[in-house]
């Protein structure tokens, strides 16, 4: 096997391994190839070995990669996430070329995905991404605004709200991530019981995975341990 097929095997039997000894099938948790900065024929050789979803950062970098996959037709089923902060003057590059789009954080951007989505598109599934630690370097919500914005992308014609998304702090203390996974986790739940269409908790990434799946993540986000490190983007 070719190096990214050896990392994207590994990392399928880690999600199996930490959903087993959480009591959950391998089948609720999602792998997102964290694919930002990486070149186009690392991602073929990702869906090579038959990874479908792929989550770009960079607004004009993931539209020219889904240009370029666009135009052959062997590559209609890659789903692509939009996981990075989206300004206002980019929604409706979003809007009109990604399936998802996981840094929903306030309702100007959702009212302007849904204004620009496609007619000819299915909607387009969001996610509120929360700032769970209220790090000033991080984009989100707080949690008590959740429910506000919720209500308002719920609304929305062309959007459909799928969960929630978070990125927490990056740290060595188990107990703070417990904490902060099991507040996203608790806020997910109401969520879910709220509306029928969320079924989606994007947390846990490289470093923190596991944790995330033993508290209920149906999404992990995973670059580096797929792609090898990351590049610095032009």
């Not at 609720?28 to 090579?48: F, G």
């Not at 539209?63 to 989206?86: C, R, Y």
């Not at 470093?207 to 992990?220: F, K, P, Q, R, Y």
Request: glycine share 4%.
């Amino acid at each position: 096997m070719n190096k990214i097929a050896d990392r994207l095997d590994s990392a399928y039997s880690k999600i199996t391994s930490a959903a087993k000894k959480s009591g959950r099938p391998a089948s609720d948790i999602t792998l997102l190839a964290v694919s930002k900065t990486k070149p186009i024929p690392l991602i073929v050789e990702a869906y090579e070995f038959g990874q479908r979803k792929f989550g770009e950062n960079y607004v004009q970098e993931g539209v020219e990669k889904i240009h370029h996959f666009a135009q052959q037709n062997s590559f209609a089923d890659i789903e692509w996430h939009f996981i990075g902060p989206l300004q206002s003057n980019k929604t409706k590059l979003v809007a009109t070329h990604f399936d998802w789009v996981q840094s929903v954080d306030r309702e100007k951007i959702a009212t302007r995905l849904s204004e620009q989505r496609p007619n000819n598109s299915p909607k387009l599934n969001v996610l509120i991404q929360i700032n769970a630690n209220d790090e000033a370097s991080k984009s989100g919500i707080q949690f008590n605004d959740v429910e506000a914005l919720a209500s308002t992308i719920a609304a929305l014609p062309n959007l459909t709200l799928r969960g929630i998304m978070s990125i927490p702090i990056k740290t060595n203390d188990t107990m703070a991530l417990n904490k902060t996974f099991t507040k996203l986790k608790d806020c997910f739940d109401k969520l879910k019981s709220q509306y029928d269409s969320v079924d989606t908790l994007s947390m846990g990434m490289t470093n923190d995975m596991d944790l995330a799946i033993e508290h209920g993540s149906t999404m992990v986000r995973l670059g580096t341990a797929i792609f090898g490190e990351r590049e610095k983007s032009e």
